[in-house]
Nanobody, 125 residues
Framework: QLQASGGGLVQAGGSLRLSCAAS????????MGWFRQAPGKEREFVAG????????DYSDFVKGRFTISRDNAKITVYLEMNSLKPEDTAVYYC????????????????????WGQGTQVTVSS
């Protein structure tokens, strides 16, 4: 089970930190990802992090502004969002990829098995 939090309303140029708390002892075995879905648009990949946190992947539109991290002891994954833009407005979802070792960070929704409920991020201009 995944529980996302930390969303809210922020002005352009501001920052937010999203958290995704997981349950279960096998959190460290999962690749974790953040996705987002804006109104009328498809859900899209934002960032992903490997099981140990030593590898990350970002979509071009957030590269240099967002940082994904994880704390396996706290079974939590984070998304630090800086220099936010109005186009970042969306519902943000965390997700867990439970495929076995050997798979790298995926950008496709179908690779992820568990999803959080989403947290709304609104960036005003």
């Amino acid at each position: 089970q995944l529980q996302a939090s930390g969303g809210g309303l922020v002005q352009a140029g501001g920052s937010l930190r999203l958290s995704c708390a997981a349950s279960g002892r096998t959190f460290g075995a999962y690749i974790m990802g953040w996705f987002r879905q804006a109104p009328g648009k498809e859900r899209e990949f934002v960032a992903g992090i490997s099981r140990r946190g030593d590898s990350t992947d970002y979509s071009d539109f957030v590269k240099g502004r967002f940082t994904i991290s994880r704390d396996n002891a706290k079974i939590t994954v984070y998304l630090e969002m800086n220099s936010l833009k109005p186009e970042d407005t969306a519902v943000y979802y965390c997700a867990a990829d439970c495929r076995p070792q050997g798979y790298s960070i995926a950008r496709t929704l179908s690779a992820y098995d568990y999803w959080g409920q989403g947290t709304q991020v609104t960036v005003s201009s």
